[in-house]
Every structure is written in structure tokens, then in C-alpha cells.
């Protein structure tokens, strides 16, 4: 089993920035895939980013170039920077664990096996 806790979320205005963590404990060993999804309301959960085992990451096209995945391994914690924020960003952000070793279906929920509770992340225009 593995455990994830989400942190981060707040309220922030168009533009500014957030960082949120995932902090993970258990088998996290066995984890391939981390990635962030969000899920907002009436809609499907999606994928953000990920990033695998070997580091390499993968973002959705909407927000590449402002925002970034990264882990700290000694730590267990995947982190999400997310700048220049929109609108359109506002979701309660979750952090996913995959075992399926999968690179192009790493922002695909169907891959991953272990979920966080979620954060809210809402940006004002």
C-alpha cells in the first residue's frame, strides 16, 4: 500500500504562482508513475503532469511551459510549481501513484493505483 497526502492548495489571483507537495510513505518503491491530475467540477479527471522512476516527465499541453513536476526521492514528496495561473487552473488538484510501467499513458488515470485526497486550488481573475 502506499499513502498520499496533498498540501498546498489555496486560494491565489490570475498570474500568481503555487506550490503544491504530495508527501508519500509505504511501498513507494514499487511506484513507476507520480503524476498530478485535477478534476474540475462536472468534469472528468485529467492529467497535468508526470513524472517516472527515471525522472523523465510528461505535461499536458495546456500547461507546459508554466508548470513543473519534480521529486524528491529521499523524501518521498512530488512537488508541483505552477506559474502563471489561470482561470481555467481552478480544481482540487490530486496526486496519483502508478505501478504500470507506462510512459505514454502516465497522465492516464487507468494507470494508477493509489490516489490522495485531494487540494483546492482556485485562481481569480
Known amino acids: 500500500q502506499v499513502r498520499l497526502v496533498e498540501s498546498g492548495g489555496t486560494s491565489v489571483e490570475a498570474g500568481g504562482s503555487l506550490i503544491l507537495s504530495c508527501a508519500a510513505s509505504?511501498?513507494?518503491?514499487?511506484?513507476?508513475?507520480w503524476g498530478w491530475f485535477r478534476q474540475a467540477p462536472g468534469k472528468e479527471r485529467e492529467g497535468v503532469a508526470s513524472i517516472n522512476q527515471d525522472g523523465t516527465t510528461r505535461y499536458r499541453d495546456s500547461v507546459k511551459g508554466r508548470f513543473t513536476i519534480s521529486r524528491d526521492n529521499a523524501k518521498d514528496i512530488v512537488f508541483l510549481q505552477m506559474n502563471s495561473l489561470k482561470s481555467e487552473d481552478t480544481a482540487p488538484y490530486y496526486c496519483?501513484?502508478?505501478?504500470?510501467?507506462?510512459?505514454?499513458?502516465?497522465?492516464?488515470?487507468?494507470?494508477?493505483?493509489?490516489w490522495g485526497q485531494g487540494t483546492q486550488v482556485t485562481v481569480s481573475s
Open positions: 509505504g511501498y513507494t518503491s514499487w511506484i513507476y508513475n
Open positions: 496519483g501513484a502508478g505501478q504500470i510501467r507506462s510512459f505514454y499513458g502516465s497522465l492516464d488515470t487507468g494507470n494508477y493505483n493509489y
